[in-house]
């Protein structure tokens, strides 16, 4: 974590000092990125006047309780310990991205309205194969709505929107400018609207054309209506790629969910994934969350920056319109391929590496599988990998009066590897100027502040960082279970080479009890293995001749 003292932050800081006093709201805050934003803007900014968190009730539970659950996460442990007064500045606003008017009250409208300067709108279903009629409802609506809001804003400053860089995965490059839309947004708002759920699901497969799910197709859809405000609002749009583990902040290797490279890590790790459909010389656009969180809070003063200068400039016009000044949209591809690829030979290789090394808690195999470039193969050996032992182990289970659970959770790995084949078997060249002209204007001290440089980072050591991360906030085991968990992965080791013997044994001697050619061709190495070890026991025998009758039991 970057230590920077207060005075010199303060004074040599533009992107701190730029929060000061200014309000934010922030959507999506209870996700895997709200939450770092969340930390990063009371830790790194701490003369910001109030973080607004718009947060739906569910299940019973309030915002309130929301947020006090939000603000108990492991990565708040610092902030309570040393400037407790910081997560005071956090205010719940209940509300919900699916409702009209996001299902504001009207006091909090108000308060927003005249409060706020900079909004970061990060909510949305990241699920890939979400209901087409949900994920448009929250991804593209939500968006909309947000916007709505925001036109009444009397301060607003900067307005980020946070896309995905495979919104426009139907290109194989990818710029910084906003393509455009599979269709039209209002006109599917309103096609869609009143069909039915069934309906809709049906349908989706023709709605969605050539893009792999409702997720990135909603949120193309979204960047249209972002655009559409273009020259009314100060806008800005962050593209994330595959957002992994902490790098260093909160914490390194925090995170806190299953989603993409987590799940698979956890998967290989635990035993219960060893066969993938994936391109290994592709590559695997991994971008760690605080990376993504750094380079957020730098796009909303880069934002307000040049919003500034051009209202300053026209005032200075005796025309001049402050309307069109707001600037355009600025959009910021927030990847790792075009400064610093990893390949997915190199995830599979030194992630099995490191898992091995600091390995889990009662794994149920041996870490091990591999990546296959061919569908077909995969099916086989999924089956013979995946669903053959899940059934095993659950007629073990059942045999000894335990639950039965394999079988369901390798159907859940399964549907969610699926939705992974699109990415494992597609490159895209993403273009990144706007971030790397962004990171060239920083100051030093901004530099290391709010670094979302990736050029610079060693994948060995952030993969290690990662495996360890989710050993400890994803399956919650202890530092102290390592030598317990090492004499297991040992055990667990000759489990695996025993069964692999075993299998090979038993293919050889069906072939051997159908073929003759295969008979002959086994006697033929039997008899190769007997004179090669017989040579040997010669030679031994004449270089060790004072072990006399000894050694022939030995070598023989």
Not at 262 to 282: N, P, Q, S
Not at 399 to 421: E, H, Y
Request: with cysteine.
């Amino acid at each position: 974590m970057v230590n920077v003292s207060k005075m010199e932050s303060l004074s040599a800081s533009p992107v701190s000092d730029f929060y000061r006093g200014r309000s934010v709201l922030i959507t999506g805050a209870t996700g895997f990125m709200g939450k770092v934003l969340v930390e990063k803007l009371l830790r790194s900014c701490p003369e910001v006047s109030t973080l607004y968190l718009l947060m739906r009730p569910r299940r019973g539970v309030d915002a309130r309780h929301r947020l006090d659950d939000l603000l108990n996460t492991t990565i708040f442990d610092e902030l309570r310990r040393s400037r407790p007064d910081a997560l005071r500045k956090v205010v719940a606003i209940p509300g919900d991205m699916t409702m009209v008017d996001l299902g504001i009250s009207t006091t909090d409208r108000e308060l927003l309205v005249e409060e706020v300067s900079v909004v970061f709108h990060s909510a949305a279903t990241v699920k890939f194969d979400e209901a087409i009629k949900l994920s448009i409802e929250m991804n593209m609506l939500g968006t909309k709505r947000m916007l709505k809001l925001a036109r009444q804003m009397k301060k607003l400053e900067a307005f980020v929107h946070v896309s995905t860089a495979y919104c426009n995965c139907d290109r194989s490059e990818v710029e910084e400018k906003v393509y455009p839309a599979p269709t039209d947004p209002e006109k599917l708002a309103q096609c869609v609207d009143w069909m039915d759920a069934e309906m809709a699901d049906h349908m989706t497969p023709k709605i969605l054309g050539n893009r792999p799910n409702t997720y990135t197709f909603t949120k193309a859809l979204a960047e249209t209506l972002v655009m559409n405000e273009a020259g009314k609002l100060p806008l800005a749009i962050v593209r994330p790629s595959i957002v992994t583990a902490a790098r260093r902040e909160p914490i390194p290797g925090w995170v806190d969910n299953m989603n993409g490279p987590t799940g698979l890590l956890v998967g290989a790790g635990k035993g219960v994934l060893r066969t993938l459909y994936c391109h290994r010389d592709m590559v695997a656009d991994l971008i760690p969350v605080d990376v993504c969180i750094n380079l957020l809070v730098a796009v909303a003063w880069k934002t307000a920056t040049v919003r500034s200068r051009a209202l300053s400039a026209a005032a200075r016009e005796p025309d001049g319109d402050a309307n069109k000044c707001a600037n355009e949209v600025v959009v910021y591809n927030c990847v790792s391929g075009a400064q610093n690829p990893i390949k997915w030979s190199v995830l599979e290789n030194v992630g099995r590496t490191h898992l091995r090394r600091n390995p889990y808690n009662n794994v149920l195999w041996y870490p091990g599988g591999s990546f296959k470039s061919s569908s077909m193969y995969n099916e086989v050996c999924a089956f013979a990998l995946h669903v053959v032992p899940s059934y095993i182990m659950d007629g073990v289970a059942r045999a000894s009066g335990k639950k039965p659970q394999m079988v369901r959770i390798q159907q859940r790995l399964t549907k969610a590897v699926k939705c992974l084949q699109f990415f494992t078997t597609s490159e895209w060249r993403f273009a990144d100027g706007n971030v790397q002209h962004l990171l060239a204007e920083l100051t030093p001290v901004d530099r290391k502040v709010f670094d979302f440089g990736i050029a610079d980072l060693d994948w060995d050591a952030y993969l290690n960082t990662y495996v360890l991360g989710t050993r400890k906030f994803i399956l919650k085991e202890d530092p102290s279970t390592f030598p317990e968990a090492r004499a297991h992965l040992r055990k667990m080791f000759f489990v695996h080479r025993l069964s692999q013997f075993v299998t090979v044994t038993l293919m050889w001697r069906l072939v051997l009890s159908r073929s003759q050619i295969a008979r002959r061709v086994w006697s033929l190495l039997l008899g190769i293995l007997a004179r090669a070890v017989s040579l040997v026991s010669g030679v031994t025998r004449a270089a060790l001749p004072s072990l006399g009758p000894i050694a022939a039991p030995v070598v023989g």
